[in-house]
């Protein structure tokens, strides 16, 4: 059984570190966007490639519940992302981590 523990703990820290990876693409993206990026250089090209489907699907369905904001200028979207992601590594990390202690 301290194998399935040794996978699930593993597991585990592979999302962590994949969703705090994904956190800091996107708060690297929020702070680029406040400048006026060059949209051919390739780093700005690969930040908007990672980010942009998921940012698209919170702007669409929050829109539905919430009034967009794009008349002021305020994207919250990364916002809601980051949450979303906090909120995984409490949830879904933690989890993980006390099933891989269970079968040790």
């Known amino acids: 059984m301290f194998v399935i523990g040794n996978l699930l703990e593993a597991v585990a820290r592979i999302i962590d570190i994949g969703l705090t990876l994904y956190m800091w693409i996107i708060i ?41 904001l794009r008349g002021i200028g305020i994207d919250i979207s990364p916002i809601i992302v980051i949450f979303i992601i906090i909120f995984l590594q409490s949830f879904l990390v933690r989890t993980l981590m006390q099933m891989a202690l269970y079968f040790k």
């Open 28 to 68: 690297i993206r929020a702070l680029i966007s406040w400048v006026n990026p060059d949209p051919y250089n390739p780093v700005v090209q690969f930040l908007y490639k990672v980010t942009e489907p998921l940012l698209y699907y919170v702007r669409y369905y929050m829109g539905r519940w919430i009034p967009p």
